[in-house]
């Protein structure tokens, strides 16, 4: 391969960027055989595309200053390069005398990749997809069952109001009788005609009666509102069976929606999709988590601890774990279904983060603790806005309860109610107070060891317990946020499901008694037969 430039270094990165784009649809592995200093920025250039290297002992100058290294390696390397090249590297080391068939092996198995790491990046996809499906699941019934609760509030007091207008538009029309007819019912008096004025010609009349009587008339008529007028003027009282339909239509809606509430709630306890939810993303979380220790090779995946067990076996331990547990709670009581998409999923991982090499602690610090605090900043400025919209939401319908009574309308008391509880239970479903809370907490503390790692010097930062440490913690802090976010989720669900269950006891009194009314009173079941004033 020829390179124009004149600088060699030029040349070796330009060889690996070709290298690297034929890397994307076949493996590739580098072979360190003796080797100088060309070999050395080789290597890096390797390292950094998360090349595996196989370098064979005992042939010489860098291979065995690499093999004497990942042998016994020091807390500090004062060459930059070979420093990045021990820290990130997936360096394997095989000796020149042995047997070739073991090497043919070995390059067969760098050349698959990391099985066990993609294998837990595919379960932690079948568990992230999983846990997504069972949350739309769950929000998707509890939208329903607070719309369908709202509106049979709405249509039992829209039912109650105008059977209470239509009985006094009857009672008035009695009283008025005498005084003249209204005007006579047209479209156009009916939409353009004010309703203040909807009484004037019976006022006239009653302005001719005696002084008592005329009293009494408009006493009435200053009591009534402006739909009983219009009922009264535009003679709605006379078609009995547009208004009885209508009234019977309302009942029968009114008893429908209990009976939908009820099967939403049942649904929702038999399928449980919330704690599936639950159990599902903390399983996911947790193995995600324990991805990011392994790739660091921090803790029980230190060089150190797997002398005689390997990295990959206590990952795949931990994995089996994990689905040991996961299958002794309501999960196993629904399809997991497979994950078919890219490894590692998208939006898993950082920007410019394959997922799969090794990560130096640069490399982790910027894209597991940066990213998942960049997170956590986010995510706290749209749950604040969330919020607030809900809180404001709540006491502006404080407000308007207040003026209702205030004009007369308790009657209409019950729907502010009714919103207000809605919005309610959706904070506490949702926990925006609680997220919002721990999100806040979670963001301090990576703070905190981020400007901890920043403080440290460059040996400091090179000393593996530094490392474990800088590992342990923020994976940790990040555990605690979701363990507690767990819990207070269980606790939340089981008070709902209590809430629920009342209310379908208390819809199911309510479906039987408006059951027996209708039986009991055949105008709402036979419009046509109402009857008349």
């Known amino acids: 391969m020829l390179v124009e430039t004149q ?46 290297i196989i370098v064979l002992s005992g042939t010489g100058q860098l291979a065995d200053e690499i093999a004497a290294l990942h042998q016994d390696r020091p807390d500090f390397i004062a060459e930059p390069a070979l420093a990045e090249i021990m820290a990130d590297g997936n360096i394997s080391v095989f000796p020149v005398d042995g047997e070739i068939e073991e090497l043919e092996r070995l390059i067969h198995r760098q050349l698959r990749g990391d099985n066990t790491l993609k294998l837990a990046w595919g379960q932690f996809a079948a568990y992230d997809q999983n846990a997504n499906r069972q949350q739309k699941s769950f929000r998707r019934l509890q939208f329903w069952i607070i719309i369908f609760g709202v509106l049979g509030t709405l249509l039992a007091l829209l039912q109650t109001s105008l059977e209470l207008q239509i009985k006094d538009a009857r009672l008035v029309k009695q009283q008025l009788i005498d005084l003249g007819q ?54 709605w009282e006379k078609d009995f069976t547009s208004s009885t339909w209508f009234v019977g239509t309302l009942k029968w809606l009114i008893v429908a929606i209990p009976v939908l509430i009820t099967i939403l709630i049942a649904v929702s306890n038999r399928f449980n999709a919330g704690q599936k939810w639950i159990w599902l993303r903390s399983t996911a979380e947790t193995l995600k988590s324990e991805i990011f220790r392994y790739r660091t090779q921090a803790g029980i995946y230190h060089a150190e601890q797997c002398q005689e067990t390997s990295r990959e076996t206590k ?14 709670t309501e999960v196993n009581m629904s ?9 590692p999923p998208q939006y898993s991982t950082a920007e410019n983060d394959d997922g799969l090499s090794v990560l130096s602690p640069e490399r982790y610090l910027k894209t597991r603790l940066e990213d998942q605090l960049d997170y956590y900043v986010g995510k706290t400025e749209r749950l604040e806005r969330q919020l607030y919209r809900l809180q404001w939401g709540t006491y502006i319908l404080g407000g308007v309860g207040t003026f209702i009574a205030a004009y007369g309308w308790e009657l209409w008391i019950a729907l502010t109610t009714g919103l207000v509880a809605a919005l309610t239970t959706y904070l506490g479903y949702q926990q925006v107070e609680e997220r919002l809370r ?23 930062q090179a000393q593996p317990e530094n490392i474990d440490k800088l590992v342990s913690e923020t994976e940790e802090a990040l555990g605690r946020e979701f363990s507690e976010w767990t819990q207070k989720m269980q606790e939340t669900l089981m008070a709902l499901k209590e809430k629920q269950a009342k209310a379908a006891e208390k819809a199911k009194a309510q479906l039987n008694a408006k059951t027996e009314n209708a039986l009991v009173s055949p105008q709402a079941q036979f419009p046509g037969r109402s009857p008349g004033l």
Request: charged share 20%; proline share 6%; aromatic share 8%.
């Open 335 to 343: 399809a997991l279904r497979s994950y078919q998409g890219p490894l």
């Open 315 to 328: 990952l795949a331990e931990k994995i089996q774990d994990l689905n040991n547990h996961l299958i002794q």
């Open 182 to 235: 209204p005007q006579e019912r047209t479209w156009s008096n009916f939409f353009f005609s004010p309703c203040q004025s909807a009484l004037k010609p019976p006022e006239e009349k009653a302005k001719k009666r005696p002084e008592e009587q005329r009293k009494n008339v408009q006493n009435l008529i200053q009591k009534t509102d402006c739909v009983t007028k219009l009922l009264v003027r535009h003679g």
């Open 438 to 460: 721990k999100y806040n907490q979670a963001a301090m503390t990576l703070t905190n060891v981020r400007n901890w790692w920043a403080a440290l010097s460059v040996q400091e």
């Open 7 to 52: 600088y060699p270094a030029q040349e070796i990165a330009f060889r690996y960027q070709l290298g690297a784009a034929v890397a994307t649809k076949k493996p590739a592995v580098t072979i360190l055989v003796n080797g100088g200093e060309q070999s050395r920025a080789e290597l890096l250039q390797s390292v950094r595309l998360g090349w595996p």
